[in-house]
């Protein structure tokens, strides 16, 4: 581990959508929650797209771009490397890494399969850096705010999960087949999305024990080849040739959590109009809250207040009370906002207070055994729908 005031020096592999926001992360992580951590040195950004990686460096003040994942490894000055490109690359860049001694933040899902995410898994036991996992919707002030109030029992006995990913970004038949199209049934909406709403699930109410009741579709079977670089879910020139889609547009599930709790998810990439609809309700017998990602200021909370009058749930706008936003924000009022953004630069924060071995670290970050656990959840969401919708158990949580 880093322990002195020496800078640290970070590299993020993928200017994609993502990569960009780790970039970002980065570049702010010391301007959050004050003094701390040592000096951070923006050292690279790599990407096999060149021309995506010179902007990003640029943009994101990094001091160059390298052209391959390899050129990162091979660089000794480098400590800590967020890895943000397509999830059949984490493994075998995770495993150089941690190799050559680097601290390693790797993007969801864990892996492109069961296989490499286990060995994923096994890496981490026997390494002696960081490994963590970028399962950035835990450090959303609301969704941790109603995480306390669950932990506090404030909800009373748990009645009900119900969580949702709705998205809109393969909506259009022409979009390009990427490689988010790629990859068996599990690493469509399931991996992309679900594997975010799960982690939260077991975040908020705890492990899940088993899934039943699945069933996957897909609504666009063929998509057209890219004629060039895909970013992100970004429209790109696309040819007259259709690929084949290998993986899920939509899914929905139930599971039982090891506590008895029921809950009920659904995912989708083609929901018309909901660019990043990630929400939950979290009911029991005392209380109720609610968290909706397009309204990512605020929650809802009910209890039994005694002013019979007054009942209902209370908007909490997020403010210095919630986790996170008091020396999280510039503006540290109650109501201005608390970005997908910022989420990244608490994620950074979050990295490299356990890579320096900082006093006084906020909340560590996901591990890849955490992220296998998901992993192993989708498995078994696939496994239930191929059975169909038989109950599914999922291996206990560690
Ligand atoms: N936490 C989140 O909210 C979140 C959001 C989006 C994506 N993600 C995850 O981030 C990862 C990347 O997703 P994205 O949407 O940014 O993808 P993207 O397609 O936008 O970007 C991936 C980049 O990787 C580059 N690349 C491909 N092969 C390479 C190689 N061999 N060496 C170096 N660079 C290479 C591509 O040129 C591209 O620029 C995925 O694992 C995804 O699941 C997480």
Redesign the pocket.
């Known amino acids: 581990m880093t322990t002195s005031a020496k800078p640290v020096s970070v590299a993020v592999?993928?200017?994609?959508?993502?990569?960009r926001s780790h970039a970002a992360g980065y570049r702010n992580v010391n301007t959050v929650f004050g003094a701390g951590l040592p000096p951070v040195r923006l050292a690279a950004i790599?990407?096999?797209?060149v021309v995506?990686g010179e902007d990003a460096a640029r943009r994101y003040g990094f001091e160059k771009a390298l052209p391959?994942?390899e050129a990162v490894v091979e660089d000794p000055t480098i400590d800590a490397v967020s890895i943000?490109?397509?999830?059949d690359?984490?493994r075998p860049i995770a495993e150089a890494l941690v190799a050559a001694g680097k601290h390693v933040l790797c993007?969801?899902?864990l892996a492109g399969s069961l296989e490499d995410a286990r060995a994923m898994a096994e890496l981490e036991r026997g390494a002696d850096v960081v490994t963590a996992v970028?399962y950035?919707f835990r450090r959303s002030p609301g969704i941790a705010a109603i995480r306390e109030h669950v932990r506090a029992g404030e909800l009373g006995d748990l009645t009900l999960f119900s969580g949702r990913y709705w998205c809109d970004y393969a909506t259009d038949p022409n979009g390009p087949l990427?490689?988010r199209f790629k990859g068996g049934p599990g690493s469509g909406a399931l991996g992309?999305v679900g594997s975010?709403v799960i982690d939260i699930a077991e975040y908020v109410a705890g492990p899940i024990a088993a899934v039943s009741g699945a069933s996957l579709s897909t609504q666009i079977p063929k998509r057209p080849l890219p004629l060039g670089?895909?970013?992100?879910h970004n429209a790109a020139p696309v040819s007259d040739e259709f690929g084949e889609v290998e993986n899920e547009d939509t899914a929905s599930f139930t599971a039982r959590f090891e506590s008895g709790l029921v809950g009920t998810f659904s995912v989708t990439r083609t929901g018309f109009g909901l660019p990043n609809g990630l929400a939950f309700d979290v009911l029991g017998l005392g209380g109720r809250a609610a968290f909706d990602q397009h309204r990512p200021a605020e929650y809802l909370f009910d209890d039994a207040q005694p002013e019979v009058r007054t009942r209902g749930a209370r908007q909490v706008i997020a403010g210095p009370q919630l986790p996170y936003f008091a020396g999280g924000v510039p503006m540290e009022a109650p109501g201005v906002g608390a970005s997908n953004a910022d989420h990244f630069t608490y994620q950074a924060r979050a990295f490299l207070d356990q890579v320096a071995s900082v006093a006084d670290p906020q909340p560590v970050c996901a591990t890849f055994a955490n992220a296998l656990r998901t992993m192993e959840i989708i498995q078994a969401v696939v496994q239930s729908s191929l059975g169909g919708g038989a109950a599914v158990t999922v291996p206990p949580a560690a």
């Open positions: 592999i993928g200017a994609g959508m993502a990569g790599a990407d096999a797209n995506l391959s994942w943000v490109v397509g999830n690359l984490h993007e969801k899902p970028g950035s990427a490689w992309d975010h670089a895909v970013v992100g």
